[in-house]
């Protein structure tokens, strides 16, 4: 009897109290409130020190919170910034959907507007994506009509993934049987590349072939995602209703109840990258996890 209870999950959803033995969250970890101070949070992204940024998108601003447990605002006029990613060089990539764009924007501060269109015509609104290994950029474009766009519909009649090839000015679609790709992660390998299918519920696991195009379509879970991320034995943290974690074989291993509703997307930080945060919706939580965030 001891030994089974040594290895029984236990919460409380006040608090969400966690302590499981095999479990990739530390024992007795609790979801620690960073802040509700904020409309609607998203892209959480870790620079190499282990700070983690994300969006409030609504109000147009970027967070920092820093790997000492500190929040500052990092920056105001944003375009509009939704899921972001540091590049090698220490600049952070982000989906600027205000006038559907990806922006560069380098440690001073400067933007380098990277991309605004495809065949002359705007993105649907660039949401969540990842740079592999070699410097390139895969992004995913569902369309989610903004009450700050002029336009009532969208130019693209298709909602795709995109790869920007580093140095390249046009983008080219590497997937458009989908129905509204969002969240998107690729292995630290340069490998494989993670695909949520909001619109469908599920997500899929592409090979990624050399030249960057994607490969051997298989369907990685029945369940889709607004952001993901990965720990560094391959599991694969979808959020949504609360942050569900999967192993690499596609089985679901935890469920992470989350309070304040809709989970837009998680992030591994702090200077060993066991902090996960969790941008939910008007607020952000970390939690103390076993697991490590890759690198």
């Given amino acids: 009897m001891k030994h089974t209870l040594f290895f029984i999950t236990c919460f409380l959803f006040s608090g969400a109290v966690f302590a499981q033995a095999d479990s990739v969250v530390a024992p007795g970890a609790m979801l620690q409130l960073v802040s509700d101070q904020f409309t609607f949070t998203e892209g959480p992204a870790v620079d190499r020190e282990g700070n983690i940024f994300f969006t409030d998108q609504p109000n147009d601003k970027i967070w920092k919170y820093a790997a000492d447990g500190t929040l500052s605002l990092y920056r105001e006029k944003t375009g509009r910034s ?24 380098d440690k001073k501060g400067k933007v380098t507007v990277l991309l605004s269109s495809f065949e002359g015509k705007k993105f649907n609104g660039p949401n969540d994506l990842w740079i592999a290994p070699k410097g390139g950029i895969y992004f995913t474009d569902p369309f989610y009509p903004r009450d700050y766009w002029t336009r009532k519909k969208p130019d693209l009649e298709a909602e795709r993934v995109y790869f920007l090839p580093k140095g390249a000015k046009e983008a080219r679609i ?11 992660v690729g292995t630290p390998d340069g490998k494989y590349l993670y695909v949520s299918d909001i619109g469908s519920w599920k997500t899929y696991r592409y090979t990624i072939a050399p030249d960057g195009a994607l490969t051997d379509k298989q369907l990685f ?8 991320t990965l720990d560094t034995h391959g599991n694969v943290y979808l959020s949504g209703r609360g942050v569900s974690v999967y192993n690499a074989a596609g089985k679901k291993i935890r469920q992470i109840p989350v309070p304040s509703g809709w ?27 076993n697991a490590k965030g890759v690198e």
């Fill in 221 to 228: 879970c029945e369940q889709g995602s607004d952001g993901m």
């Fill in 82 to 105: 939704n899921g972001m990613y540091f590049d090698r060089k220490g600049n952070l990539i982000s989906c600027a959907d205000e006038n559907d764009e990806l922006w560069s924007i």
């Fill in 263 to 289: 989970v837009g997307n998680v992030c591994f930080g702090g200077k060993d990258r066991k902090t996960l945060l969790i941008t939910a919706s008007t607020t952000v939580y970390t939690l103390k996890m």
């Fill in 174 to 184: 590497v997937e458009a049987d989908i129905k509204k790709p969002n969240g998107i």
